[in-house]
């Protein structure tokens, strides 16, 4: 399903290029750079997506961003948008791109999250290795404590990382030994 959707918005923008190419051919209209830059990222984008369908996926997000921010285009009459307050503005918007974005990220919305989470937080294989680490770092940090000190942290448990509240829970047994 998800296949068949990426080629239908590769297949939407297709048909703009094909429109914007016999505009241009027709009329007295030219294409420019971002024409011809378009041109050639879709071609390569279809090509990804028929050779490695998982990996294309994300080359088609990529196209309809740099459409939304107007490195490329596929049509002849450039839609931008941008705001600004005096002398600050910001970067010209294509808004249909923008909506054809948005309508992307609306479909993908989890792959495209899980992609975003496993970027910036690893895989859950390196989260629970992280995770270990950092209990075992507390474990260390609080098992040489005297009781006092020991009783007075365990007061305070809620005002610790997570991993450190684990640690302090499993050493609380051998303290409440201790007189």
Known sequence: MKAKIDYAFLSLLGTLLIISVITASTSEYILNVTNYLGIIAWSLVLVIRIIKPRLGRYFVACLILLTTLNFISFELIKTSTSIGFGSFSTPSVNP??????FVYY???QE???NKIKHTFNGSAEE??????KMVSFYTDKFKDLDKTE???IFKNIN???DEAQIALKQLLSKYSQQP
């Open 127 to 132: 989260q629970e290795i992280k995770h270990h």
């Open 106 to 108: 609306l479909i993908n």
């Open 150 to 152: 020991f009783d007075e």
């Open 159 to 161: 005002t610790y990382p």
């Open 96 to 101: 249909g791109a923008l909506l054809l974005l």
């Open 111 to 113: 792959s495209i999250n």
